[in-house]
């Protein structure tokens, strides 16, 4: 018997609009009519222009701060639930509060964890994203959860630039395993940045583990909020001798002073995804889109096809 395959219908969340436009248009269907009302005290509603009965309903949004871009999406959730939606995923480039995933000190919380519970409470039935933090929170669903890999969109870019000596570098300790599997890609060593933390976004201390002169080094992160560490490492590996120094994060947080830590570093560019919108532009910074990655992905969970396809560079 031939598979079925119920309409698809797209919608976003106010925070990933732009993102969501380009998902859809390489998808090749518009996105779908959304009305958020808006409250004098604050509070907003969600409502959908058009029917989502039977449909496989794709929400996206990135659920970077402020929260109000997590309950939207919460929110929008129910909405298609109570609407008689078919199939609900949640389409999130950027899982934020991806960095509280264990309890590392007493009387914390595990946010990742507990953004888990509130998605899969809400009504969807499966979670789409990209680059999280640490690869295991995909253990805290009950529902399957396709997590897009970002090499995919930064392999060919790097390669395009034709570096002759380049080498791969983790600005932690904890991403090491992720500068690994990327080094994997050019045959190319890895060097490690072993930094020592006073506080969240404040470092005392960085060695490099490894040699780096005469090398183009590209470091690797997941996440840049505040630029600190990676101008540091930076720095750092410019001062022992490289050749040149540049970063891949997928998801340009960069809060507080980044920008302007960024456009002050060493780096000659910092190459990020379009998974948050960037707010301001900067010489510095290079965006490449993953659109026509999401766009594959949704289109084979509706048609039942491979995303492990997908991760072919």
Known sequence: MPLQFNPVKLFAGTGTKDLAHKIAESYGKPLGNVTLSKFSDGEFQPSYDETVR????FLIQSTYQ????????????????RA?????TAVVPYYGLARQDRKDKPRVAIGAKLVANLLKSAGIHRIMTMDLHAAQIQGFFDIPVD???????????????????????SPDMGGSYRARTFAKFFNAEVVICDKRRKRANEIESMSIIGDVVGLDVVLIDDICDTAGTLAKAAALIMEKGAKSVRAVCTHPVLSGKAYETVENSMLTELIVTDTIPLKQDSPKIRVLSTAPLFAKAIANVNEHGSISDLFNV
Request: proline letters at 4%; glycine letters at 6%; aromatic letters at 6%.
């Open 66 to 81: 402020p929260s109000d871009n997590l309950m939207e999406l919460l929110l929008m959730i129910d909405a298609a639930k």
């Open 147 to 169: 997590h897009l890999d970002g090499s995919v969109i930064f392999v060919p870019y790097i390669k395009s630039l034709g570096l002759e000596n380049l080498t791969i570098a």
């Open 54 to 57: 039977g449909c496989d309903v």
């Open 84 to 88: 008689s939606a078919h199939y609900i």
